[in-house]
């Protein structure tokens, strides 16, 4: 957690205001990485906003290449 904290503070003292981390949804991702980052993510915003601390705005940017349908196609989004 204290990389993130780091790099959100880096983020922030260089100006940036928001930050879109890159989430990859396919099974294989979540179970590897994807949402123990997005949790280790969020536990060091909570506490850099718990001291006071500036940090910036989270939105997602949700890698559609990596959706898949239940017989693991790849979804047609268009």
């Not at 957690?1 to 780091?6: A, D, E, G, L």
């Given at each position: 957690?204290?990389?993130?904290?780091?790099q959100l503070q880096a983020i922030?003292?260089?100006g940036i205001d928001v930050i879109l981390p890159v989430y990859r949804a396919s099974a294989s991702d979540k179970q590897r990485y994807?949402?123990?980052?997005?949790?280790t993510l969020a536990a060091a915003l909570?506490?850099?906003?718990a001291a006071g601390q500036a940090y910036p705005l989270v939105g997602l940017?949700?890698?559609t290449t990596s959706l898949a349908d239940s017989k693991g196609?790849?979804?047609d989004l268009i």
């Open positions: 957690m204290q990389w993130h904290k780091n922030r003292d260089s994807a949402v123990r980052g997005l949790m909570k506490q850099m906003h940017y949700l890698d196609e790849k979804i």
